[in-house]
């Protein structure tokens, strides 16, 4: 097995994976090797071929940062700041929140939670809350975060990163197969 590592993407590059995949099918790496290193006839003289994106976007994406502004609101509450450097990352007194926007309608949600807002999410002292959010179809999955470490745990993963895969039909996180229907909130 080839070594793993981790490399941080924008999110017109995350969006185009997203496009190019095979929905309950292929995963980044799954899009980036059949991209970038297909396999062809030897003798052959075709180049790499270009998969053509498949168009999943079935009405325009909602305003994400609109959304997210409601979202916070009635999840919780008022009174919330972002927290440092953080785009996403919101807190109150009590509370520490992360919120991840896949903002279109699509039969896989991709996230990616990096290492700096995992570990301030594991480290606070205050109740802390992962937000997979999807403004194109307006609702939300909302996990504690201790749920989702118990859940780390048992499957004895190790990374610093989460990589966080949900089919949404069946409200389902793909890696720990985990039916996460109880944390859905639509708006």
């Known amino acids: 097995m080839?070594?793993?590592?981790?490399?941080?993407?924008?999110?017109?590059?995350?969006?185009?994976?997203?496009?190019s995949a095979t929905p309950l099918v292929d995963t980044p790496n799954d899009v980036l090797r059949r991209l970038l290193l297909p396999k062809s006839p030897e003798g052959s003289k075709e180049g790499p071929r270009m998969v053509a994106p498949a168009p999943m976007v079935i009405r325009p994406?909602?305003?994400a940062d609109a959304f997210v502004g409601e979202f916070l609101k009635r999840?919780?509450?008022?009174?919330?700041?972002?927290r440092g450097r953080l785009r996403l990352m919101f807190e109150s007194p009590e509370q520490l929140f992360y919120i991840q926007n896949f903002n279109k309608q699509s039969l896989r949600l991709w996230y990616r939670v990096t290492e700096n807002?995992?570990?301030?999410?594991?480290l606070t002292k205050k109740q802390a809350w992962l937000c997979f959010?999807?403004?194109?179809?307006r609702f939300a999955y909302v996990l504690p975060v201790d749920e989702v470490l118990n859940r780390v745990k048992r499957a004895n993963r190790s990374r610093d990163y989460l990589e966080v895969n949900i089919d949404p039909v069946a409200s389902r996180w793909v890696e720990f197969d985990w039916k996460i229907e109880s944390f859905l909130k639509h708006y």
Do not use: M, Y
């Open 61 to 63: 994406p909602g305003n």
């Open 117 to 122: 807002p995992w570990r301030e999410l594991q």
């Open 133 to 137: 959010t999807n403004p194109a179809e």
């Open 2 to 19: 080839s070594k793993q590592i981790t490399i941080e993407i924008d999110s017109e590059v995350f969006e185009f994976l997203q496009r």
């Open 75 to 82: 999840e919780f509450g008022p009174g919330f700041n972002r």
